[in-house]
């Protein structure tokens, strides 16, 4: 069975910065593109940010140039470095294989709160 653990998630003021991680027991885990999502309240489920397992980055429009996505393979774990956020940025964020989600790799999710 696979677990996905976020961790990271924190209440923080506009223009704070936060680094969630995402610990992973895929043991080919280092082979599948990893994904960011969030939720936010009210709202479906999107994929923020993704890394290919050769370091390949894409993002949503939203969040270029404010947030980064990195991963050590090493260490199963996939990073997002989220800079500069702003109250829109208030959701509970997952990670899970990209760009298509599988429905029962979905762990609790770490929540982000962006308020002053």
């Known amino acids: 069975q696979v677990h996905l653990m976020e961790s990271g998630g924190a209440l923080v003021q506009p223009g704070g910065s936060l680094r969630l991680s995402c610990a992973g027991s895929?043991?080919?885990?280092?082979?599948?593109?990893m994904g960011w999502y969030r939720q936010a309240p009210g709202k479906q489920r999107e994929l923020v940010a993704a890394?290919?397992?050769?370091?390949?980055?894409t993002y949503e429009d939203s969040i270029k140039g404010r947030f980064t996505i990195s991963r050590d393979n090493a260490k199963n774990t996939v990073y997002l470095q989220m800079n500069n956020l702003k109250p829109e940025d208030t959701a509970v964020y997952y990670c899970?294989?990209?760009?298509?989600?599988?429905?029962?790799?979905w762990g609790q999710g770490t929540r982000v709160t962006v308020s002053s």
């Open positions: 899970n294989v990209g760009p298509r989600p599988r429905d029962d790799f």
């Open positions: 895929l043991s080919i885990f280092r082979i599948y593109t």
């Open positions: 890394i290919s397992s050769g370091g390949a980055t």
